[in-house]
Every structure is written in C-alpha cells, then in structure tokens.
C-alpha cells in the first residue's frame, strides 16, 4: 500500500513537496513513478527514480521545475515541486515503475488515494 501526502491549494510559481509512504513490500528494491490524473483526463506519467535514487526522468512539461527523490532507510519517495503552473493540478499518485502506457489504464488499487495539487491563484 502507498500513501501520498502533501497536496494542497497553491499559487501559479509556488512551490509544493509530495511525499509517499510505502509499506508491505521492499521498497528500496523497487524504482518507482510518480503519476497525475487532472480533472476529467486520463493518467499521466511524471516521473520515474531507479532503486539506488541515482538515475532519474521526467517527462518534458515538467523538467527543471520537478525533482524526484527517495529515501530507503525511510521507505519514503518525494516530489519536489517548483514554479508550479495551472495545467499541473492533478491528483498525484505514486507507483511501483511499471514501464507502460498509464493513458491505458486507471488508478491501481495499491496506489491508495493520492493527493490532490491545486494550482489557482
């Protein structure tokens, strides 16, 4: 089970971290993927970290404005977000990296909830 905490109402050029807990499994041998779903659209890939935390990626919209991290010892992953925009409110989930198309599927059960980001002035 993940649980992503974090979300909450912000300015357009704000700044917002996410965090997701993780349980029930190893996370540190697992990489692992942030994913957003906004209002009445399908599921989007962020970005994705390997095990170690040392290789990471994004998708182009959101380069250089968020950085994905993670910390094993605390079986916890992060989101940070700058420069925030409006076409970035969403839902955002995190996952266990899966390597598909996410625009093809729905929010996995495991995934829990999310956290919503709002981004409005």
């Known amino acids: 089970q993940l649980v992503a905490s974090g979300g909450t109402l912000v300015q357009p050029g704000g700044s917002l971290t996410l965090s997701c807990a993780a349980s029930?499994?190893?996370?540190?041998?697992?990489?692992m993927s942030w994913v957003r779903q906004a209002p009445g659209k399908g599921l989007e890939w962020v970005s994705n970290?390997?095990?170690?935390?040392?290789?990471?990626y994004y998708r182009d919209s959101v380069k250089g404005r968020f950085t994905i991290s993670r910390d094993n010892a605390k079986n916890v992953l992060y989101l940070q977000m700058n420069n925030l925009r409006r076409e970035d409110t969403a839902r955002y989930y995190c996952a266990k990296y899966e390597g598909i198309d996410y625009t093809s599927i729905t929010p996995r059960d495991y995934w829990g909830q999310g956290t919503q980001v709002t981004v409005s002035s």
């Open positions: 029930d499994w190893t996370f540190s041998r697992h990489a």
């Open positions: 970290i390997n095990s170690g935390g040392d290789k990471t």
